[in-house]
């Protein structure tokens, strides 16, 4: 009960007027940073954390600005998804599973009921990881401490194996795609050693940084899903009218429980992988996707529209940037680059972010946590409210949206890194998918693995280091067993299902498969 | 910019002319690149965001810092931006031990550390050997029993290859007849958290990174590695009183990227001076156990010169390079 008094206290704080208004004020500013290719949450609290020494000074209080913060992460979670939807580039990172089913809905006409989705989603992710948040934060925090390396990688191979054990996709189409992306996250230099790899030319200039995520992301969903969308609309140049008046929007949320098992398992999984080390509301968000494809009984279905499919990302993005603030505010520890951020705010605004936050500053974490419901209704009925506005978007016609796209690429590529190579790489890619895509390759499974990959090789060999290079490591702890063991099930399903098609072909005298 | 501000700008450069010769003659005209060599979390990480957040919330600088992390491959990453930066004024980069190892260990990067620009030391950053509060160790000549008795068994943590943690790891595995293991980490936060989370024996993590899990009580400083006791730690013994002729200390210095002219220098110099001189910095310092003059020019030059020079005879002892 002492937890609800607090809450109760803390929401009544985030109500006050001066909060209310700085969480609607970062709510917008958020939607808009995160709907813009190339800036993402990380980037938008960055550039106003001067702007909240400025309130700190008016209001006298660290809990203000840190309200302003978290209110810019969170639109930005939800804005993510509207240029995901709208344009088919995501509007960050966060969001790039998001585009695996919203824009096929767009192009189908149905862009009004994608947003809806992904904005009644957001909400309900955000909600129970506030929920869990609220009511579990210090048992949480020693739970995350449990996850050493072992589990960790346990954990990627999991994700890895969601991908592959889809069933539907072509499996040696999907694994090669997988050893694409892990290759490309390889280059760079190996932290381990300190020793550059797969470096071209001359290796001062090109590669030396490593190949940034979303170089690839918005190349891939950018550029190759332009390319696409004029190839396929050759002739006809005309796009579907895409227009939803608000008792539409009224009616589509009604009609939301048709992705209520996407939205579950988005919400739950992103939490979890949130307030784990090194993971973060991207890969929540591709595993969410990956979970509730495999779970799902017309798994052929994703990919070409699924409700599910954008349920699941945008509840996990939002459930995981809640969990990636547990760790940030229980050990001082932050998950996220985002996460950074706020905690050096925090050091500035006075305060020591550490395991004794929650006992030392109660005045400070319980109208925090208190913002974070308030923000999130805030979020969900501005985003609701302007959906007939992004759908303008799509009403213009392809002649000016494909331009439009490109230069968003390009330019959001430039802001991010401030770097001529990351543009052409970024064109690279796009070509690459296009061409990709045409033969039928999967580019989901690439891109993941480009996410998943800088955590799952150090972790790997982080592990191997303590084992003395026994690979039983995974199998023996307690935590890190059962998922490797689940893992490797996962990965061997399609075998066992090509083994039987087999058996069964031979049976009647086909040796086809 | 209208007439107006010009003036007072002018009126502003003529007053720091009087104040501080020579005359400053560089502004910088865009958003300065704010190179961290190390992940997020870590020690020069949190005093890099401390720095760019005194430097805002002062209005010391025209343009704002923009904090990039470079963590990749000891910092190999860093140096290499640095180099290779177009704007040469506008780059600038918070650097630790690794700007003296990392060129050692890779001559194939071809960087000569005495190009960069010696903008301002702000700091000589202390290690502490810490370990979990449930190994019930309460010494240093307790853990030197227990990690001799368990071997490789023991493990420590700590931040990149042939990098300051590990110096200080080998060092101890010699002077004390130990056989610790080590694990390279991406950055001093995530050494902090495996120790909390007893995925770890110990580590060397510094103060500001373990202060937090001191504070709540999960850990427990056994030894300091510096030349006297810190006043943070009265209590906590240094490894000179154990009988061993050892210190080490990690520089936190701000360095220019190498060409940067003159004048973009004494800019900074004079920036990072009063960021050194301002109360947050002060009391950051005093609170995380940091100690150190600033340095800069020819006076930092002259310390680096002095710590490539160690750190070049400590990896040839440890056989890290030849």
Do not use: C
Not at chain 1, 373 to 386: G, M, P, R
Not at chain 2, 23 to 50: C, H, S, T, Y
Request: overall charge negative.
């Amino acid at each position: 009960m002492d937890v609800l008094l607090h809450l109760a206290d803390g929401i009544l704080a985030a109500l006050a007027p001066i909060n209310l208004g700085l969480a609607f004020l970062g709510v917008v500013i958020g939607l808009f940073v995160g709907a813009m290719p190339g800036l993402g949450s990380v980037n938008g609290v960055a550039i106003l954390l001067p702007f909240t020494f400025v309130i700190q000074q008016i209001t006298g209080t660290a809990t203000s600005p840190m309200i302003f913060l978290a209110a810019i992460y969170y639109g930005a979670m939800y804005g993510g998804a509207i240029s995901s939807i709208t344009l088919g580039i995501p509007g960050a990172s966060t969001a790039v599973a998001t585009t695996f089913d919203g824009r096929p809905l767009a192009l189908k006409g149905e862009a009004g009921r994608a947003l809806v989705i992904a904005a009644v989603a957001s909400f309900i992710g955000g909600t129970v990881a506030n929920v869990v948040f609220t009511g579990a934060a210090p048992l949480l925090a020693s739970v995350a401490l449990k996850f050493g390396n072992p589990e960790i990688f346990a954990l990627m191979l999991l994700a890895f194996a969601t991908f592959v054990g889809l069933g539907g996709d072509d499996i040696p189409k999907t694994l090669i795609s997988i050893f694409f992306g892990l290759i490309v996250s390889a280059i760079g230099f190996d932290i381990i050693s300190g020793t550059p790899r797969l470096l071209l030319f001359d290796s001062t200039v090109w590669f030396s940084r490593g190949i940034q995520f979303l170089v690839l992301a918005i190349g891939v969903y950018g550029i190759g899903e332009m390319l696409w969308t004029i190839n396929s609309y050759r002739y006809d140049m005309k796009m579907t009218e895409a227009d939803i008046t608000m008792k539409e929007v009224g009616l589509s949320i009604l009609r939301f429980r048709e992705a209520w098992k996407g939205t579950a398992i988005g919400s739950l999984l992103g939490f979890f992988v949130g307030i784990l080390p090194a993971a973060g509301a991207t890969p929540g968000s591709l595993m969410a996707y990956g979970v509730a494809k495999m779970v799902s009984k017309d798994k052929s279905k994703f990919g070409k529209g699924q409700p599910d499919g954008v349920a699941a990302p945008e509840s996990a993005n939002n459930s995981a940037s809640t969990g990636a603030m547990l760790p940030m505010m229980t050990l001082g520890i932050p998950g996220s680059p985002t996460t950074a951020v706020l905690l050096a705010g925090m050091v500035i605004w006075g305060l020591q972010p550490g395991p004794r936050l929650f006992t030392d500053q109660p005045d400070f974490v319980w109208p925090l946590i208190g913002s974070f419901y308030v923000s999130n209704v805030i979020a969900v009925a501005v985003n609701l409210a302007f959906i007939p506005l992004f759908l303008w978007v799509l009403r213009m016609p392809f002649t000016i949206l494909a331009p439009l796209i490109f230069v968003l690429s390009v330019v959001g590529i430039y802001a991010a890194y401030q770097n001529i190579y990351d543009v052409w790489l970024m064109l690279f890619f796009g070509i690459g998918a296009f061409l990709l895509r045409i033969l039928d390759y999967p580019l989901a499974p690439a891109v993941l693995a480009i996410v998943l990959g800088p955590i799952a090789e150090p972790t790997l060999r982080q592990s191997l280091i303590l084992s003395d290079g026994s690979l039983s490591i995974f199998f023996t702890r307690p935590i890190a067993g059962p998922i490797t063991v689940v893992a490797i099930i996962l990965i061997l399903l399609p075998l066992f299902g090509l083994i039987r098609r087999k058996i069964k072909a031979s049976g009647r005298g086909g040796l086809t498969v | 910019m209208n007439l107006v501000s010009k003036i007072s700008l002018g009126a502003a450069a003529l007053g720091f002319a009087v104040l501080a010769a020579p005359v400053q003659a560089f502004e910088p005209v865009k958003p300065i690149d704010f190179v961290i060599m190390a992940g997020q979390g870590g020690g020069a990480d949190r005093m890099a965001r401390l720095m760019q957040s005194i430097v805002e919330q002062n209005d010391m600088a025209g343009r704002p810092l923009v904090p990039t992390n470079k963590s990749g491959g000891s910092g190999a990453e860093a140096l290499l931006a640095l180099k290779n930066a177009t704007d040469k004024d506008h780059t600038i980069m918070v650097t630790l031990n690794s700007f003296f190892t990392t060129p050692l260990r890779q001559p194939g990067l071809e960087v000569d550390i005495l190009s960069y620009a010696p903008i301002g030391r702000m700091a000589e950053d202390t290690f502490v050997l810490w370990v979990h509060k449930n190994e019930g160790i309460n010494t240093f000549e307790e853990f030197v029993a227990e990690a001799k008795a368990r071997g490789s068994d023991w493990v420590m943590g700590g931040t990149g290859s042939a990098q300051e943690d590990e110096i200080i790891t080998n060092f101890l595995n010699g002077a004390f007849g130990l056989n610790m293991k080590y694990i390279p980490y991406s950055g001093g936060g995530a050494v902090a958290r495996d120790l909390a989370g007893e995925q770890i024996d110990s580590s060397v993590n510094n103060p500001s990174e373990a202060l937090g899990f001191y504070e709540s009580g999960d850990v427990i400083p056994l030894v300091a590695f510096t030349d006297e006791r810190l006043p943070f730690f009265p209590d906590v013994p240094t490894v000179r009183e154990k009988g061993v002729q050892f210190a080490y200390y990690m520089q936190r210095s701000v360095v220019g990227a190498p060409g940067m002219s003159e004048e973009a220098s004494a800019y900074y110099t004079d920036l990072f001076t009063r960021v050194f001189d301002s109360d947050e910095w002060q009391t950051y310092r005093n609170d995380k156990s940091l100690l150190g003059d600033f340095l800069s020019g020819e006076n930092l030059m002259t310390y680096w010169e002095v710590q490539r020079e160690r750190h070049e005879t400590i990896l040839k002892a440890s056989g890290d390079i030849k």
